[in-house]
């Protein structure tokens, strides 16, 4: 019996690559859901698939949780972003309707809380998971593989930095400017301390080449550390390929710092279309890492690096890929986990790894003296 999805914001950046991917699958009865059905429509009929489904779903309608249960889901895969400042209505419907949850949530806050609809979750004997996407899904899988190899480890620094014409939505640029030049909680030199989002830049070393990135807020800013106890400093920061938006989004970061702008996140639509003016410029190749350091097994320092570059415009497919391997584990029955949970743990780096055949991603792992 193929499981029954529903991908709420199917027509979105991300939520289109994970229902064209399952949409392949025949352990799956997709169902595309969102606000826009002439949209779905469209893309329904791009699949040349006739058992795939559309349906008009609001998650800020006040009839949406009838609506859902309508359905009659099976798993419910959220890509409606962005989830800095939402609530878990979509999650709790779930529950509601009998269905396991999927969400490709990147806000710190939201993807630690989820942890409040555990017991809820354990009652209903339904699995939901926050934050199935490169953070921190990806993230931790990484840090878990190269774990191993270290007696002590003292500090965990993970970078992403797309390429300039790799597509984005107005969710994913509000997400980003939600937290320009606001206070970030960050564990550094065992202790708690601040930083601003964007700013504290450096400049990053990927495959390709290097890349300036900025302190950014994530889950994994508070995951880590209670994860491994023994880590010294977790810090993440992301960037823009081109110097010229990632200068210009530091100095929106520095005027939202000295409070001369209050909610840059409202400009998001703005900025968006501002920075596509741009889009010719620059590559479609980017790329993820995740380093390690401390003390190897021989008692000699040890630093290894985790490494992903993505090429021919394939980078949307690294934060859509837990999801989708998430929902292909637990339709052959291969997830035994109920409650409520951020996705850490739950799938392997080899696993992802194997979602990433057929794109232009390549992985790698690299020792420094």
Request: charged share 20%.
């Amino acid at each position: 019996m193929a499981l029954r999805v529903v991908v709420i914001g199917a027509n979105g950046v991300f939520g289109s690559r994970v229902a064209r991917r399952l949409a392949r699958d025949a352990r799956f009865e997709l169902i595309l859901a969102g606000r826009r059905i002439d949209a779905l429509e469209a893309q329904r009929a791009s699949f040349d698939d006739p058992s795939v489904r559309v349906a008009a779903l609001d998650t800020g309608d006040a009839g949406f949780a009838g609506a859902l249960a309508a359905l009659q889901p099976q798993l419910v895969i959220h890509a409606a972003g962005p989830f800095q400042g939402q609530d878990y209505r979509v999650a709790e419907a779930c529950l509601d309707a009998g269905s396991d949850y999927i969400d490709l949530a990147d806000g710190r806050g939201f993807v630690t809380g989820i942890g409040r609809l555990h017991e809820r979750a354990l009652a209903a004997g339904r699995l939901l998971v926050a934050g199935a996407s490169s953070v921190p899904a990806l993230s931790s899988a990484a840090v878990d593989a190269l774990l191993p190899r270290f007696a002590q480890l003292d500090a965990i620094e993970h970078t992403i930095n797309p390429g300039n014409r790799t597509p984005r939505g107005d969710a994913t640029v509000a997400s980003i400017l939600g937290y320009c030049g606001r206070p970030i909680r960050v564990w550094r030199d065992g202790r708690w301390q601040v930083a601003h989002g964007w700013m504290d830049s450096r400049l990053q070393s990927f495959p390709f080449g290097r890349r300036r990135v900025g302190v950014c807020e994530i889950p994994d800013l508070d995951l880590f550390p209670a994860r491994y106890p023994q880590v010294r400093t977790v810090m993440f920061r992301a960037g823009l390929e081109l110097p010229l938006l990632q200068g210009g989004t530091w100095c929106a970061a520095a005027l939202v710092r000295l409070g001369l702008i209050r909610n840059l996140a409202a400009y998001a639509p703005a900025l968006r279309r501002f920075s596509e003016l741009f889009i010719r410029f620059g590559s479609d190749v980017g790329g993820m890492t995740v380093e390690l350091s401390g003390t190897g097994k021989d008692g000699q320092p040890l630093r290894l690096r985790w490494w992903l570059s993505a090429d021919a415009g394939d980078g949307p497919q690294v934060p859509v890929t837990p999801a989708v391997v998430l929902a292909r584990c637990m339709a052959d029955g291969m997830i035994a986990a109920k409650g409520a949970m951020p996705c850490v743990g739950l799938l392997t780096l080899e696993q992802i790894e194997a979602g990433f055949d057929g794109y232009a991603l390549r992985t790698g792992v690299e020792a420094f003296e």
